[in-house]
């Protein structure tokens, strides 16, 4: 099969379209013919050798992708999938390929309002925001969530699965015209950080309960001074940095709490109850057209240096889809 690889770590032009051997699926696992796959900021780490895959993980980059099951391997026979069956799944790598092994807990079905080819751009946003808001964060109706970087694949379903579930949604951006989409999405709240500070918007709005943040040092005091009294801050990227002082003081005095984490590295089994959560919480609310997949736009997949330089650059809203 063709696959993207990474010739030598660097910029986008590091990654290539070149045949590798295909991928036989092993114990528990299910293979499925790709469709398409999504891009994700943690795919440009890999390609700078920043982000290397977790230990049995495919080597190629791509941490979701939507096709057609090829093949059930051992011990799958009873999983529920069949030979043919589309679908979208959740991945530790290698999306960025004609085929891909994954474990069978993985997979998702197609949601039947979503092409299949959208399909590649929900999995890893959705249990990254299922996780975060509800399991780690949980956000519940009527509380006012802050979500940094409102435009991004992840911002634009945090929004929609945000107001699903019943809460005020706050967003920042570094346009208007990305504050516009997130307002269109359901976002009550927006603030463009390159000309407002959003703590002091926060706090005139009566302050966060839950943050889900991507920036990580340079805004933790910032988010703790944005937070009500019981707020939470999810951490999921470190954009601004991997370190702080942290005014404990404050933290006491308003009973916050900060957690951090990342869905690649999580063990299988973890993986997999996520996804049966999204299955059972989220994807009802795909199925009813309260969340739609945000696509900016789809390229062929021998042009993901593109698409990773459109990444780069910010210039896109939702998600960067890659088609076979
Ligand atoms: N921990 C996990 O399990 C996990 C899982 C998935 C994703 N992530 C992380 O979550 C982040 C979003 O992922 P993605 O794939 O959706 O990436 P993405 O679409 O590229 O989003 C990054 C966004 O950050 C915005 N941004 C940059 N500086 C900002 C600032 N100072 N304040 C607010 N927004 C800012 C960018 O646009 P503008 O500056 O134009 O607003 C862009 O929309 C990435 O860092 C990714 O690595 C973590």
Not at 91 to 113: D, F, N, R, T
Not at 239 to 256: Q, V
Not at 295 to 305: F, G, I, N, Q, T
Request: aromatic share 4%.
């Amino acid at each position: 099969m063709y696959a993207i690889t990474v010739t030598e770590p660097g910029g986008p032009e590091a990654l290539s379209w070149s045949e590798v051997p295909d991928p036989v699926p092993g114990e528990g696992e299910i293979l499925v013919e790709v469709a398409a796959t999504a891009v994700n900021r943690a795919d440009v780490a890999q390609r700078e050798g920043r982000y290397p895959p977790p230990a049995g993980a495919p080597e190629y980059p791509g941490l979701e992708c939507s096709g057609t099951v090829a093949a059930l391997g051992p011990g799958t026979e009873d999983s529920g999938w069949s030979v043919g069956d589309r679908v979208c799944a959740l991945l530790s790598g290698g999306g960025y390929a004609e085929k891909v092994a994954v474990p069978a807990g993985q997979l998702l079905p197609v949601p039947s309002k979503v092409g299949l080819v959208e399909a590649a751009g929900l999995p890893e946003v959705a249990c990254t925001v299922w996780s975060n808001l509800v399991m780690v964060g949980g956000l519940r109706a009527g509380e006012t969530v802050l979500v940094h970087g409102g435009g991004s694949g992840i911002g634009t379903f945090a929004i929609q699965f945000a107001r699903a579930l019943g809460a005020r949604v706050a967003v920042t951006a570094g346009s208007d015209e990305k504050l516009a989409a997130c307002r269109e999405l359901g976002a009550e709240i927006t603030v463009n950080y390159r000309t407002e500070d959003f703590t002091e918007r926060l706090r005139e709005e009566g302050g966060a309960d839950l943050i889900l943040d991507i920036m990580g040092g340079s805004y933790l005091d910032k988010n703790l001074r944005s937070l009500r009294t019981g707020g939470r801050i999810t951490t999921i990227a470190l954009m601004g940095g991997r370190s702080a002082e942290l005014d404990l003081g404050r933290m006491l005095a308003k009973r916050l709490s900060v957690h951090a984490t990342t869905l690649r590295s999580r063990p299988a089994d973890e993986k997999a109850a996520i996804v049966a959560g999204v299955l059972e919480q989220v994807w009802p609310l795909v199925e009813d057209g309260d969340i739609r997949p945000v696509v900016d736009r789809s390229l062929p997949m021998h042009e993901a240096s593109e698409a990773h330089r459109v990444m780069e650059a910010s210039e896109h809203t939702g998600k960067i889809l890659l088609t076979r």
